[in-house]
């Protein structure tokens, strides 16, 4: 059975975790750089006393999104509200330059939704962590400004903690969407049934990301104990967040496709994936998931695995980008897939984008 001690995985013999990160006898670990025992997430303090707080706080960070995909945003929760008793709604602005989000809110929300800016940019991280801090409800759901949640999402949800009080966390199923609101499909499921996901779950997210802010909703208290999103990791401080509730926190999950996520090339993820920075993060944050969530003598089977997941993950951007015609964005994902792991696995992705790039 998993136990969680202080944030970390407690080793027992009772322990029956799968043999990718846990199940394993593996080398002694390496020692971990003080810049990554300094690089701790931000803190989140706990509101003060109040006689009364919503159950639901949606905060949406928003920084020059369309009009057009924020109004939909906007009306997609819009439509499920239950009144300010039980739903706080607030805009975030990280200071957009471009378009006009406070005049929207007004539009749209009728006094309904709240608008904060930030006095200057402060960066990705940060916002979202203010979206945590401006948070007055007992569960928090970062919604972006160009995401969507279907109908009964907060219904069900709300449905599903009252039966799971031990979750402090939810997740449902996400279809992924266009630019045009067209679905191109959907996430794998990670369970048949509403329930508590087993620790295989977590094991999964410590390799891969499987979990996008629009399908997820923390208790205020979760992120109270483990602390902000590291601004260190703009590209990835989802996964390094995800991560962190995953091994640490049990989760809800809902099989029902309840959230929508866009894929655009607006997006920022798109300009990092062009310069290669992503995967210099991926490798980061599997530093930091070595050195604070897995048990000591497992770190090193850990970060061989999660390495060899990164590379093979940019090996097939690379050929994604290269039959785009996307070259150099292509060069810069193999660059930093082959500085990730040379398992055996990831020389054979290594040697086919070779073959395809120089045979065409």
Sequence with gaps: MRRAVNGVFADSAESAAGDLVFGKAAPKRV?????????R???????????????????????????????????SVLCQDPGDADMQIELIDNCSTIGDPER????????????????????????FNTCI???????????????????????RARAGVAVHSEAGAALCRLIYMDEDDQWMGLAEIEGRTPSVLDFGFAERQLLDQRVQFVAMVVHRSIYERLGG??????HCLDWDMWKRVAVTTPIYYDPEPLACYRLHTGADSSRLIASGENVVEERLSIEYSCAELVPEKYAPLARRAA??????????????????GQRAAAWRQFSQGSRCSLAPS????????????VLG
């Design 41 to 75: 997430p931000p803190v989140i303090a706990p509101l003060p006393a109040q006689s009364a707080r919503p159950f639901w706080s949606v905060m949406i960070p928003v920084y020059n999104c369309r009009e057009d995909y924020l109004r939909k945003t906007l009306s």
């Design 307 to 324: 390495r060899k997941a990164a590379a093979v993950r940019a090996l097939r951007r690379a050929r994604q980008l290269w039959r785009k």
């Design 229 to 234: 999103f590291r601004p260190s990791l703009p």
């Design 346 to 357: 990831v020389l054979a992705h290594l040697a086919y984008f070779l073959m395809r790039t």
């Design 104 to 127: 929207l809110v007004r539009e749209m929300g009728g006094g309904r939704i709240e608008y904060y800016r930030q006095l200057a940019n402060l960066g990705i991280a940060e916002n």
């Design 133 to 155: 801090r401006r948070a007055r409800g007992q569960w928090v759901h970062i919604l972006h400004a160009d995401d969507t949640v279907r109908p009964d999402f907060y219904r």
């Design 31 to 39: 020692a971990v750089s003080s810049e990554i025992v300094a690089d």
